[in-house]
C-alpha cells in the first residue's frame, strides 16, 4: 500500500506550535500505522546546525549524526522513533539537490525552472522517504507561515501532490490563531479567514482546521469558522493553550481529531492514551519540588534547552517530583549567593570561551559543597578543567578552544577534527556507543554494559592527562570502544557529580527518562 499524506501548514503568527500539532496527530494515529515525520523548512542553510540558539532554538541531533529542526525532539518524543536526517528538508538542500543535477546534465537542453523543476525534487524527496521507510503514513510539517516567501515553493509541491497521489490519500491541516482580544471577550475568526483565503490563493483548501486559542473553541466560532473556510464544522479543531505540551494529544483526541483523520484518510488506528494520561497526571500533580540551576549561556531563551527541559519533565511524571529550573547566565555570574537554596547544578553544552569561568566557578561550587552536579558535553569539560585546576594543581589548565596558549590542554581538539576547515556538518555528530565502567555509579544507571548517546563536539579530554586526572579520583566511568576518547566521568563519595560527553536529553522521553538525568533528579531529591 502506498503511503497516505497528512500536510500540516500554519498561518496568522510564527510559533503557535505547528511541530507539536504534526507530533501529537502522529501520536494518535501511531498505534498501527508506520508514521515517518517530514519537516520543511524554508531557509538556505543546509541544516540549522551553523545557527546559534538565538537564531533558531535548539539544534537537534539524531542517531545518524544529522542535525536538524528541533521539531524533531518532539517527533522523536511524541511517536517514540528515531528520525533521519533525510527527513528534514530545507531550501538550502533543495536547491543543493537541483544545482547538482543541472552540473550532472540531468536537465540538458532545458531551462531550470522554480516549476517543474524545484518542485519535482521536493516532492520525489519526500516520495522517497515514504518508499525506503515502508511508511504508512507520512506526516509533513512546513515551516514558516503562509505568505512568507521563503515556503512558496514547497506550499505548490503540497498543492500538486493531491494530484500525484489521489485526493483521498492527502489530508491538509491548517493551524491558525483565534484570539480573544482585550475588552471584547469573545474569541474572533478573522485571522483564520484571511490565512485560510491565503492558502487557498496557492490552491490549497484545508480539510482540517486547528484554531489556537486560549480556550475550548466555541460552537459557533467553530460554525463560523466552518461555514466561511469550507471545511466540516467539526473539522475545526481546538489546539487549547496548556501548561503541558504533553496534553495536546488528549485535547486533540477529546476534539474528535482521530475520527475525522481516520475518514478522510480511510485509515484505521484508534488511540490509547491510558498510560500518556497517568504520566501527564503524575507530571501535574509533583508530590515534592526541587531547584535546579541551569548554568547556560542561551538563557534569555528557553527553546535553546528544550530537549533538557522535556528531560525534566520526564524524570518528573516519573518521580512526582516538580523541577523548578533557576536560570543562571554565567557570564555575569560573579557571587555564589545565586547557588543558595538550589538542590543541584547543570551545566548544559556550548561553544566559545563567554561564560566559562562562570560555569568553572559554578563547577567547584558543587564539587566542594557536595550539590548533584550533571555536566553536559561542554558541562563535562569544564568539570574536568575544574579538577585539573583545583584538585591536581594544573594551574591555568583549559581548553584549547577557549584559550589556545594553556600550559595544560587537558582539553583539546579532536586528532580527526584538526584539519577541517568547512562548519557545517563537520563536527563528531550522532549516537556513538560507551563502554561503562563496572562498579561506577553511571553504568549502575544505565543497567548495560554499554551506553549509546548522540554527540555533537570538537574538543575532548586529552589523552595525555587521562593518568593524572584519574590518579587524582577522577573515575571514567565511560569511554568509547578502543578507549581513546572520554565519554562519562564521575566522582565518588559525592550526592552525584556526573558528565558526559554527550547529549544525553536528546534521547530522554516521556516513557523512559534519560538514566543520567534520573539519577540526578534522584540525588536531587535526597
Ligand atoms: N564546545 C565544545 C566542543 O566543541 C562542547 C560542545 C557542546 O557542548 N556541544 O567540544
Given amino acids: 500500500m502506498p ?174 490563531y483565534v484570539p480573544i482580544p482585550y475588552g471584547v471577550n469573545e474569541q474572533k475568526s478573522k485571522p483564520t479567514q484571511q490565512s485560510v483565503n491565503l492558502l487557498k490563493q496557492r490552491g490549497i483548501f484545508p480539510d482540517i482546521i486547528i484554531g489556537r486559542c486560549q480556550e475550548y473553541l466555541t460552537k459557533e466560532i467553530k460554525a463560523k469558522i466552518s461555514s466561511f473556510c469550507d471545511v466540516d464544522p467539526e473539522a475545526v479543531i481546538t489546539g487549547l493553550d496548556v501548561e503541558d505540551i504533553y496534553e495536546i494529544p488528549v485535547v486533540f483526541e477529546e476534539e474528535g481529531l482521530p475520527g475525522i483523520l481516520h475518514k478522510k484518510l480511510n485509515i484505521y488506528s484508534p488511540p490509547d492514551l491510558r498510560k500518556w494520561k497517568q504520566l501527564i497526571h503524575n507530571l501535574q500533580n509533583p508530590q515534592r519540588e526541587i531547584t535546579v540551576a541551569m548554568c547556560g549561556k542561551y538563557t534569555r531563551l528557553e527553546d535553546s534547552y528544550a530537549s533538557i527541559i522535556e528531560s525534566f519533565n520526564h524524570c518528573s511524571a516519573h518521580l512526582s517530583c516538580k523541577v523548578n529550573l533557576k536560570w543562571v547566565e554565567t557570564t555575569d555570574l560573579c557571587d555564589m549567593s545565586l547557588m543558595d537554596g538550589v538542590n543541584g547544578i547543570v551545566v548544559p553544552g556550548g561553544f566559545g570561551a563567554r561564560g566559562t569561568e562562570g560555569k568553572i566557578d559554578v563547577i567547584r561550587h558543587a564539587r566542594e559543597n557536595n550539590i548533584p552536579f550533571l555536566g553536559l558535553c561542554l558541562g563535562l569539560q569544564l568539570a574536568v578543567i575544574e579538577f585539573a585546576r583545583n584538585v591536581c594543581g ?100 559525592m550526592k552525584y557529580f556526573a558528565a558526559t560527553q554527550a547529549h544525553p536529553e536528546l534521547k530522554s522521553r516521556m516513557e523512559h527518562p534519560s538514566p543520567l538525568f534520573y539519577g540526578f533528579i534522584k540525588a536531587c531529591l535526597e
Fill in 3 to 176: 503511503a497516505k499524506f497528512i500536510i500540516v501548514t500554519g498561518g496568522v503568527l510564527s510559533g503557535l506550535g505547528k511541530g507539536i500539532a504534526a507530533a501529537s496527530i502522529g501520536h494518535l494515529l501511531s498505534s498501527k500505522l508506520k508514521i515517518v515525520p517530514i519537516k520543511c523548512d524554508g531557509y538556505l542553510n543546509v541544516d540549522p546546525g551553523t545557527m546559534n540558539p538565538y537564531e533558531h532554538g535548539e539544534v537537534f541531533v539524531l542517531d545518524d549524526g544529522g542535525e536538524v529542526d528541533m521539531d524533531f525532539g518532539h517527533y522523536e518524543r511524541f511517536l517514540g522513533v528515531n528520525c533521519k536526517s533525510k527527513w528534514n528538508l530545507t531550501m538550502g538542500k533543495v536547491f543543493d539537490m537541483v544545482r547538482q543535477k543541472e552540473r550532472k546534465g540531468d536537465y540538458l537542453g532545458k531551462t531550470v525552472q522554480y516549476i517543474p523543476h524545484v518542485t519535482d525534487v521536493i516532492k520525489n524527496h519526500i516520495f522517497d522517504v515514504a518508499r525506503e521507510e515502508s511508511a504508512d503514513l507520512v506526516i509533513v510539517e512546513i515551516g514558516g507561515t503562509v505568505g512568507d516567501i521563503e515556503n512558496e515553493l514547497f506550499l505548490e509541491s503540497m498543492r500538486q501532490m493531491k494530484e500525484d497521489i489521489g485526493r483521498g490519500n492527502i489530508v491538509y491541516i491548517h493551524l491558525t
Fill in 394 to 493: 594544573l594551574k591555568g589548565a583549559n581548553s584549547t578552544e577557549f584559550d589556545p596558549e594553556t600550559p595544560y590542554p587537558v582539553i583539546d581538539i579532536l586528532p580527526e577534527q584538526k584539519n577541517v576547515k568547512e562548519k557545517g556538518g563537520t563536527m563528531r555528530l550522532g549516537a556513538y556507543p560507551a563502554v561503562l565502567k563496572e562498579g561506577s555509579m553511571v553504568r549502575s544507571l544505565y543497567g548495560e554494559k554499554e551506553a549509546s548517546e548522540r554527540h555533537r563536539h570538537r574538543y575532548e579530554v586529552n589523552p595525555e592527562y587521562h593518568s593524572i586526572l584519574a590518579e587524582k579520583g577522577l573515575i571514567f566511568s565511560g569511554a568509547s570502544r578502543d578507549g581513546r576518547l572520554v565519554e562519562f566521568i564521575e566522582l565518588p563519595r
